[in-house]
């Protein structure tokens, strides 16, 4: 089956602009996640989803960012007022579930790539 | 909160097996530990999980000390196409007060030369 897809793969925008990111998880995964990740960085926790709600939202790094979640499937994650340090490739990621916590393994989508003039 | 430490970076010859460790002293009792890989301008993948002792699977296999405080990825035979960023992943799990906590480490550059 499609794996996690992500849009756009690339945004460049104006600082000051907002930005919609949107992901598509496989289809029946229950968790979602959104990651971050700057050039030449590891990976920055920013958001987890269990269905349509966000249990941990302890990694967004500033009240500029903000997620949803809707009909357990498509995320979308958006940054108010970009600022030039927001330039990364954002990833998301699903899983099946949580079972006990067993951790299933993520599913990571391509990426999007976000660069702040 | 279980943090990672792992080499930066390591080099290898095609053909050969090659071991990255992981530290984490603070691993907690429920924690498991996971590896992923990821090459430039991809997500990660998952390559193995594990609790405890020994796991193997068809890419790799996991060592894990009865003190858990470190892991160790085995990759037999590299070749070219294994250079790539490791990452291993601790605290993967549920928290008493509801809180999922997902940290990565920095990751480990394997190169692997011809």
């Known amino acids: 089956g499609a794996g996690v897809s992500q849009s756009p793969s690339n945004k460049v925008t104006e600082k000051g602009k907002d930005v919609e990111l949107r992901c598509d998880p496989i289809?029946?995964?229950?968790?979602l996640y959104w990651y971050r990740q700057s050039l030449g960085q590891g990976l920055e926790f920013l958001i987890y989803?269990?269905?349509?709600?966000?249990?941990?939202k302890s990694g967004l790094p500033s009240d500029r960012f903000s997620a949803e979640r809707t009909g357990g499937s498509v995320s979308t994650l958006t940054i108010q007022r970009t600022q030039q340090e927001d330039s990364a490739v954002y990833l998301c990621?699903?899983?099946?579930?949580?079972?006990?916590?067993?951790?299933?393994?993520?599913?990571f989508g391509p990426g999007t790539r976000l660069t702040v003039t | 909160l279980a943090k990672t430490t792992q080499p930066i970076s390591m080099d290898s010859y095609e053909g050969q097996e090659v071991n990255i460790t992981c530290s984490h002293n603070?691993?907690?009792?429920?924690?498991?530990i996971t590896w992923y890989q990821q090459f430039p301008s991809q997500g990660p993948r998952f390559i193995i999980q594990?609790?405890?002792t020994k796991v193997t699977n068809e890419v790799a296999s996991l060592f894990i000390p009865a003190d858990r405080k470190s892991s160790t990825l085995s990759l037999p035979r590299v070749s070219l196409s294994d250079t790539a960023v490791y990452y291993c992943?601790?605290?993967?799990?549920?928290?008493?007060?509801?809180?999922?906590?997902?940290?990565f480490g920095k990751g480990t550059k394997l190169s692997v030369i011809p």
């Open positions: 990621a699903s899983s099946p579930s949580r079972l006990r916590g067993i951790p299933y393994e993520q599913y």
């Open positions: 289809s029946g995964h229950t968790a």
């Open positions: 989803f269990q269905g349509n709600s966000a249990p941990d």
């Open positions: 603070n691993i907690a009792t429920n924690d498991y």
């Open positions: 594990g609790y405890k």
């Open positions: 992943l601790v605290g993967d799990r549920y928290s008493g007060a509801g809180s999922y906590q997902l940290t």
